[in-house]
């Protein structure tokens, strides 16, 4: 049996498109982390990054919702 052979296909769709959310928020994390250790940008700009990320998920949430509610209804 294949794997995700039970689970539909608008799931799939959106599990797809958080992976690739998160996928990006770590490179942007990753790089910033980076540019920081460099000394190529202030230390408190990272130092506010996670909530920026938490408001950037924030948005993907509810945007995920509305879009999957048009679907619906």
Do not use: C
Not at 13 to 24: N, T
Not at 31 to 59: D, H, K, R
């Amino acid at each position: 049996m294949p794997i995700g052979a039970g689970i539909p296909f608008d799931l799939k769709d959106m599990s797809y498109k958080i992976a690739i959310i998160f996928g990006v928020l770590i490179v942007i994390y990753g790089v910033l982390w980076l540019l920081v250790e460099l000394n190529m940008i202030p230390a408190l700009f990272f130092v506010i990054f996670p909530q920026i990320v938490l408001i950037l998920i924030g948005i993907a949430i509810i945007y995920f919702a509305v879009d999957r509610k048009k679907k619906y209804y």
